[in-house]
């Protein structure tokens, strides 16, 4: 092998090695940006995570929801905090994004190239040592030629000089020249196949410089370009991730400004305060001259007026559950609470240690009257709504119930009843506790020729509140669903609070004055009591198996018929208990 050659395998794989080393490097900076994009990643996602705590940190606890949804500067804060959460969803994406549309792909692509780097480097080692292998074979033969040209010389000399030697027989010159003869026949062979080596190793290196090497080297610099092209893309996609959600960090943002920073209202804030705030009481009245001149020399002093209570202590015993009906306040509340009586000043001690306790009465009876009907209100209108929402399934259960009816084959209309009876409880317990709070605003739909009234306790003592539940005696399996109490809506036209409509409540008292001159309503119908029913609430009217009742009032809907017994007492009794005749 010449210079020239060794030289040129040299150079061909020193640039095979440095094109190894450049391809190995530029698969780990694949890795080097994946670990990049990871980070950021993370980066994001921490990002996104501190957002949602701070959220969470600054969200009203459930305490404060209710100042939350009166005051505009406390129900834009929520709103901003919404619109943070939103934001920190929308660093969550860029950050699944990330590893979706990038980290994941860059992976892909390194194991990839890696193997086809592999394949190239092996095709490449490959041709190298093919090429090698005909250099060795070549020179293999050029050292047996050069083996057999040097004997065949060396027999040439002997040839001559035995033929010049006047001392040599003829067999012996004859002999010599056979050896020679034998030599150069071996001589020819060598170079013929040294020959035809020489021409098979120009043109397998010929082929291995201009083609196949060059061929891999393209090939290698095609999977680089590959590598730098999808680089490119990759930076590409890393930015489109970001500049996706900008668009709704923009809008998120601009909400903040303008549909929360400029929806504060500073005024409505006022108003709010000072409706929340707001007692309805009156002022008080001019304090009494003390006239030392009058007769007695010490002047008289007129006791104050009945100052301004609340709700509860309007509507008697309604105001406080369980302790019992307030006494006349015939003082007012300075006169009842220094009253010599013991009932009056129990009862006063109760509501006192109801304004000082940290507990808040169920009628609220420890706020102001403006604050208490506040109060009780937003309570009936939300028992009211989730009346309505039991309301509307269990009419959507009926409609199935009667579509399974006609079809048998679509379902069972029995597998509907037990959901039916559940919902039926929840309807009457929903019902007894709006009752109770109705109660509690002055508001009650047992009436009596137009006139609101409550029923009086029974005869054997049992002051029986609104909130006791009603506890019939089954004598042969009654309906498994008995309403509680009445419904009490009334009329839009029907007022709903005594602070709006003063006569809207009748007390008790005021109530037996008139009693006996009002005109008892005519019977609409009879009817026979199938079970027994017994409760302890006042406005229900116990009944036994077999009873004959005469109807005052049909049901309408709540499923309770108000009834009287041939002593004139009445009240409601489930419709399911009766048949009417």
């Known amino acids: 092998m010449n210079e020239s050659t060794d030289v040129h395998r040299k150079q061909s794989l020193d640039q095979l090695s440095a094109l190894e080393k450049f391809t190995e490097k530029g698969i780990d900076f694949l890795d080097n940006f994946n670990r990049f994009v990871r980070e950021r990643q993370k980066i994001e996602m921490d990002y ?161 410089y201009s083609s196949k090497l060059p061929t891999i080297f393209n090939k290698l610099q095609a999977m680089e370009e590959r590598r730098i092209t999808c680089l490119g893309k990759y930076y590409e996609t890393y930015a489109d991730c970001h500049k996706k959600v900008l668009p709704v960090i923009t809008q998120c943002l601009d909400d903040i400004q303008v549909k929360h920073g400029q929806a504060v209202t500073p005024a409505e804030d006022s108003q709010a305060l000072i409706t929340k705030f707001e007692t ?75 304004l000082w306790a940290s507990e808040e ?87 009596r020729n137009g006139k609101v009234v409550e029923f009086k306790d029974k005869a054997d003592g049992k002051g029986g509140t609104p909130s006791q539940k009603s506890s019939p005696t089954r004598s042969s399996g009654p309906p498994a669903n008995v309403p509680n109490s009445p419904s009490k809506e009334r009329p839009p036209s029907s007022p709903l609070s005594p602070l709006e409509h003063e006569d809207s409540f009748i007390d008790d008292d005021d109530f037996d004055e008139d009693e006996g001159t009002a005109a008892d309503p005519k019977p609409v119908g009879t009817c026979t009591a199938m079970y027994e029913f017994n409760s302890d609430d006042p406005n229900l009217l116990n009944m036994v198996e077999g009873e004959v009742l005469d109807v005052i009032e049909k049901d309408s809907g709540d499923g309770w018929t108000r009834v009287r017994r041939s002593d004139n007492s009445e009240g409601y009794v489930p419709t399911s208990y009766v048949n009417h005749l």
């Not at 040097?150 to 035995?162: H, P, R, S, V, Y």
């Not at 009628?363 to 109060?375: A, I, R, T, V």
């Not at 039991?390 to 579509?403: G, S």
């Open 361 to 447: 009465a169920k009628d609220f009876s420890h706020l102001p009257p403006n604050q208490q009907k506040q109060k009780l209100q937003g309570k009936i209108d939300e028992i009211q709504g989730k009346i309505d929402q039991e309301v509307k399934q269990k009419e959507a259960l009926l409609k199935m119930r009667d579509v399974y009816t006609a079809n048998n084959s679509l379902g069972d209309p029995n597998s509907l009843n037990k959901q039916l009876e559940t919902i039926g409880k929840k309807i009457d317990l929903l019902r007894l506790e709006l009752n109770t709070y109705q109660k509690f605003m002055g508001h009650t739909a047992y009436k």
């Open 48 to 208: 996104a995570a501190q957002l949602k705590r701070l959220v969470k940190s600054y969200s009203p606890k459930r305490k404060d929801e209710e100042e939350y949804k009166i005051y505009s500067s406390l129900r834009t804060f929520k709103g901003v905090l919404q619109e943070v959460g939103s934001i920190a969803n929308q660093h969550e994406l860029v950050a699944e994004n990330m590893v979706q549309s990038v980290f994941n792909e860059v992976v892909k692509l390194r194991q990839e190239l890696k193997k086809e780097r592999m394949d190239h480097l092996h095709e490449a080692k490959q041709e190298d040592a093919h090429m090698e292998k005909s250099r060795r074979k070549l020179d293999s033969c050029k050292s047996q030629y050069r083996s057999a040209h040097e004997a065949w010389l060396q027999a040439k000399i002997l040839f001559e000089k035995a033929d010049s030697d006047d001392n040599r027989t003829k067999a012996e010159v004859e002999r010599a020249k056979s050896t020679m003869e034998q030599k150069d026949q071996f001589r020819e062979k060598q170079k013929n196949e040294y020959i035809l080596q020489l021409k098979n190793t120009n043109e397998d290196q010929q082929e291995h």
């Open 280 to 354: 309805g009481n009156q002022p008080p009245k001019d304090l009494p001259m003390m006239d030392l001149d009058e007769p007695g020399g010490r002047g008289q002093t007129q006791a104050p007026e009945k100052d301004n209570v609340s709700i509860g202590s309007q509507n008697g015993a309604n105001s406080l559950p369980g302790r019992g009906k307030a006494p006349k306040n015939k003082k007012g509340v300075f006169g009842t609470i220094f009253s010599s009586k013991k009932g009056s000043r129990r009862w006063e001690r109760g509501r006192l240690s109801g």
